[in-house]
């Protein structure tokens, strides 16, 4: 039985959230699909849509989104778009997304060493000029949103992204800095599959 400190836990499950967190069978049909799919596909169900559930009716809108997000284009492919993920994670120092996110990039480059390198501390990972502008552009985003100037715009696209690439870098930074602090304020813990992925 859940004590009222840990209403995600109950026996020994680790607790992953400060909040509650319905169990899968008391979800609407459509998201214990969507949970279904998920297992199907990675062998466990992120922790993220777990803790999100709490407010179902908003989960299936925020993972559309997610999704669109991380669709690859000619000149930011989904590798690249996760080191987005992964800077934004990094300036804010969030557990969650450092480690689901770092997982998914050890994937997608097959290069645990680099994608480590990169999720830790891109400028010293050896990234080309393109992606070092666009993450320092993300963390800039992140940071000092109010220093953020028209010319960066036009610096992302003098490296040959489109305009609507440029605003895909813009909606992925400032996606993550939402989810980034939705984790931290909920208490949201990583899954322990993630740490082993791709290693």
Not at 81 to 96: Q, T
Not at 109 to 118: F, S
Not at 131 to 142: C, G, H, I, P, R
Request: with cysteine.
């Amino acid at each position: 039985m859940s004590s009222p400190s840990s209403p995600s836990s109950s026996g020994n499950e680790e607790q992953i959230s400060w909040f509650p967190v319905p169990a899968e069978d008391e979800l609407p049909e459509n998201l214990q699909g969507l949970f279904r799919k998920v297992r199907e596909k990675l062998g466990f169900v992120p922790n993220v849509f777990r803790v999100y559930s709490f407010r179902p009716e908003r989960l299936g809108t925020w993972f559309a989104h997610f999704k669109q997000l991380h669709e690859p284009t000619d000149n930011l492919n989904a590798a690249e778009r996760e080191m987005i993920a992964v800077a934004v994670s990094m300036a804010n120092g969030c557990l969650y997304c450092l480690v689901a996110h770092g997982a998914v990039l050890r994937q997608l480059l097959g290069d645990p060493v680099r994608a480590d390198r990169i999720t830790i501390d891109y400028k010293r990972a050896g990234l080309d000029p393109k992606m070092e502008a666009v993450l320092d552009f993300a963390v800039k985003l992140t940071r000092t949103p109010h220093d953020c100037l028209e010319a960066d715009k036009k610096h992302l696209m003098s490296f040959g992204l489109t305009v609507q690439e440029v605003w895909d870098v813009i909606e992925i930074a400032a996606m993550y800095n939402f989810t980034n602090r939705m984790a931290s304020a909920t208490g949201m813990m990583p899954n322990r599959e993630y740490h082993a992925l791709a290693r």
